[in-house]
């Protein structure tokens, strides 16, 4: 739930972006990310009721924050370059909101997810 309101405040702050370039936000379909999602459809499917579903799952949801970071970085990077300090702060709060993420998901796998699946892989 958090997440999923979270990502209702990132459409916001970029379409708010696109609002200060006067430009309309429009979705659009990403391969890169299409990729990382059905690389997680094939975990679960894979390893369902096995102890490594979790931590399949983990590295899924880390491999979409990564890019998402990387993203929002590259982002930031060519607002700031542009000169739009209140584009590159807009930027920056979603930036750090996934960095967050990101870390809240190392914390699971760190705080013993992978270390059962590595238990009952043994």
Known sequence: EKHRMETEAHVDRL????E????AARGKTC??????????????EDYDGAPALDAGL???????????IARYGTL?????QMGKADVAALLK????????????LT????GGVNQRALQAAA
């Open 31 to 44: 391969p890169a990310i299409d990729g990382i999602l059905e690389e997680g459809s094939e975990i679960l």
């Open 76 to 80: 930031v990077a060519w607002a700031e």
């Open 107 to 110: 914390g699971l796998g760190e």
């Open 15 to 18: 379409e708010e972006v696109f």
């Open 58 to 68: 983990v590295a899924a949801a880390q491999a979409v924050e990564h890019y998402e």
């Open 93 to 104: 709060e979603t930036l750090k909101e996934e960095v967050a993420t990101d870390e809240a």
């Open 20 to 23: 200060k370039f006067g430009k």
